[in-house]
């Protein structure tokens, strides 16, 4: 995948640093990846779960404006 450059996201520091460690790769994935692509780039597959890190991990989220997912609100306008 990373020859074909399938790899679209990896968990990062806040410095922009690729890296593995739990505080910022919460998942444990191999080599810090976040996110795939299919060969011809037209599927993204997303790994984790961004909206479930931090306090009150374990507590379902009711109010969609916590979520704050703006790569969602992007897809819809792009494919709108």
Do not use: W
């Not at 020859?3 to 593995?20: D, F, L």
């Not at 780039?41 to 009150?56: D, L, P, T």
Request: hydrophobic share 30%; charged share 20%.
């Amino acid at each position: 995948m990373q020859k074909k450059g399938q790899i679209a996201t990896h968990y990062c520091s806040p410095e922009g640093i690729v890296t593995t460690s739990p505080l910022y790769n919460p998942n444990g994935s191999y080599f810090a990846i976040e996110g795939i692509s299919s060969p011809d780039g037209r599927v993204f597959g997303k790994m984790g779960h961004s909206e479930r890190i931090g306090k009150g991990l374990y507590k379902n989220i009711y109010d969609i404006a916590a979520m704050n997912q703006r790569i969602f609100e992007s897809g819809v306008e792009y494919f709108s």
